[in-house]
């Protein structure tokens, strides 16, 4: 795991424990999704007025066909998920007024992004 925090963050006015909760459902699927051996990154940055917390892993990647589903309830590309974790992720950003958005390649990995805005 490498951790890149930018110092000197604006503050968010959120809930902590949702956004613990959003962060930890994206960093545990990132870590379900990764190969032993690959990396994952957690990183903050500030963009425009938003705070953006970025997990990146190495994993499998999304397929094309799954992309538009990801953040649907009870849908799972895993054995046994029940597919709630990025979902509730998503409704947590969204209460706060923000946004989950995503990058992934086939065979190479995915990035998440949770953007939320600065002090409301």
């Not at 424990?17 to 990132?30: G, T, W």
């Not at 938003?50 to 994993?59: R, W």
């Not at 397929?63 to 990801?70: L, S, V, Y």
Request: aromatic share 4%; proline share 5%; no cysteine.
């Amino acid at each position: 795991v490498r951790i890149i925090l930018h110092e000197n963050l604006p503050a968010i006015a959120a809930d902590p424990i949702q956004i613990k909760q959003a962060i930890l459902n994206i960093v545990l699927n990132a870590i379900e999704n990764s190969p032993s051996s690959g990396s994952i990154t957690l990183a903050t940055e500030t963009e425009d007025t938003n705070v953006s917390i970025k997990v990146a892993d190495e994993g499998k990647g999304i397929q094309p066909a799954h992309r538009d589903h990801i953040f649907d309830p009870f849908v799972s590309t895993k054995e046994g998920g029940i597919g709630l974790g990025l979902a509730l992720a998503e409704k947590i950003a969204r209460a706060h007024h923000g946004l989950i958005s995503f990058t992934s390649e086939v065979g190479k990995g995915s990035s998440f992004s949770l953007s939320l805005p600065v002090g409301r």
